[in-house]
């Protein structure tokens, strides 16, 4: 049973156009949530986060739009760079008793931005 | 380097036999987390570590998995009498972990492709 879901295994975006990838998720005991960018034989890179105190967090290009009510977050870039071309993946943790816990993972979607 | 390493960054074992892999988190990061992705799909959470501990040990997927921390730093993952569906993307992470919630961001190495025959 998959608690955070990408359902677009790829997504194609013309260079300096806004990319707009979406995450939805099951468990609503979920506060905290990530984006993580992956190159090819690279680990995850921390990209932009968002706690549900909160439904929007924006960084430079990148901004995360979280809809509680939905459990949906959505991750925009604008404008969509060449080097932007990436596996994206959507994260979720929630918090028990304070400590640190393993983040849960979507599938990814497979952002490719066109010259 | 101020990153999360691991070694080996290739492994290829034949069916059966045992396999360690390496994971040496950023310096003074106290919680330590193992991942893995199998072809296709995302990553799947196996075991973290506050200090040398290991309060959730719940994603392992089989008795044939163990993991250690020792000194509060390096990790190893063993596998047990590998098996073909072990074959996957082993990914180690790091983090800070605070008082404070919201401040646990992960950093991830550039993992192990694990390949059994």
């Known amino acids: 049973d998959q608690q955070v879901k990408q359902n677009s295994p790829s997504l194609s975006v013309q260079e300096g156009r806004i990319s707009i990838l979406n995450c939805d998720y099951t468990n609503s005991m979920f506060d905290y949530f990530l984006w993580y960018k992956k190159y090819p034989a690279e680990g995850p890179t921390f990209l932009i986060s968002?706690?549900?105190?909160?439904d929007k967090n924006e960084d430079g290009r990148f901004t995360v739009f979280l809809n509680k009510s939905a459990k949906h977050l959505s991750l925009h870039i604008v404008p969509s760079q060449p080097g932007d071309s990436a596996v994206y993946f959507c994260?979720?943790?929630?918090?028990?008793?304070?400590?640190?816990?393993?983040?849960?993972f979507g599938k990814g979607t497979h952002l490719i931005i066109q010259p | 380097g101020a990153g999360v390493s691991q070694s080996p960054s290739n492994k290829v074992t034949e069916k059966g036999k045992d396999v360690e892999l390496r994971c040496d988190p950023i310096s003074g990061h106290t919680a330590l987390y193992w991942y893995r992705q199998s072809l296709g799909q995302g990553l799947e959470f196996l075991i973290y570590f506050q200090g040398n501990s290991a309060p959730d040990k719940s994603g392992l997927p089989s008795d044939r998995f163990s993991a250690e921390r020792t000194g509060g730093s390096v990790s190893t993952l063993t596998i047990q009498r590998t098996q073909q569906e072990d074959s996957a993307v082993y990914l180690c992470?790091?983090?800070?972990?605070?008082?404070?919630?919201?401040?646990?961001?992960?950093?991830f190495g550039p993992g192990t492709r694990l390949l059994v025959l």
């Open positions: 994260a979720a943790s929630f918090h028990s008793g304070g400590g640190a816990d393993g983040l849960t």
């Open positions: 968002i706690s549900s105190i909160k």
């Open positions: 992470a790091s983090s800070l972990v605070r008082q404070k919630r919201y401040q646990e961001t992960q950093y």
